[in-house]
Nanobody
């Protein structure tokens, strides 16, 4: 089970930090954040592999930072310089690299508006 939190309403240029906590060990999993804006498909925001490899979606590179804490079974997303286009529901995901099985959190809403 994945529990995402930290979303909310923020003004353009502001910051938010999303958190995702898993009910079991995340040590072997690849982890990532995805988002889905109204009327759009779900897209990758950022991912971090089980060995620490990091990948960012093109529109967030340089503004967002993904991190994980396996001791806390947690995934984080620090979002800076937020833009209205970042408005979306943000989902955390775990992927078991051996099987490809994916597990999704319930999503947390981020709204960037003045």
């Amino acid at each position: 089970q994945l529990q995402a939190s930290g979303g909310g309403l923020v003004q353009p240029g502001g910051s938010l930090r999303l958190s995702c906590r898993a009910s079991e060990s995340t040590f072997t999993f690849n982890m990532g954040w995805y988002r889905q804006a109204p009327g759009k498909e779900r897209e990758l925001v950022a991912s971090v592999s089980n060995i620490g490899g990091i990948n960012y979606g093109g529109t967030v590179k340089g503004r967002f930072t993904i991190s994980r804490d396996n001791a806390e079974n947690a995934l984080y997303l620090q979002m800076n310089f937020l833009e209205p286009e970042d408005t979306a529901i943000y989902y955390c995901q775990l992927e078991q690299p051996q099987t490809g099985d994916r597990y999704w959190g319930q999503g947390t809403l981020v709204t960037v508006s003045s």
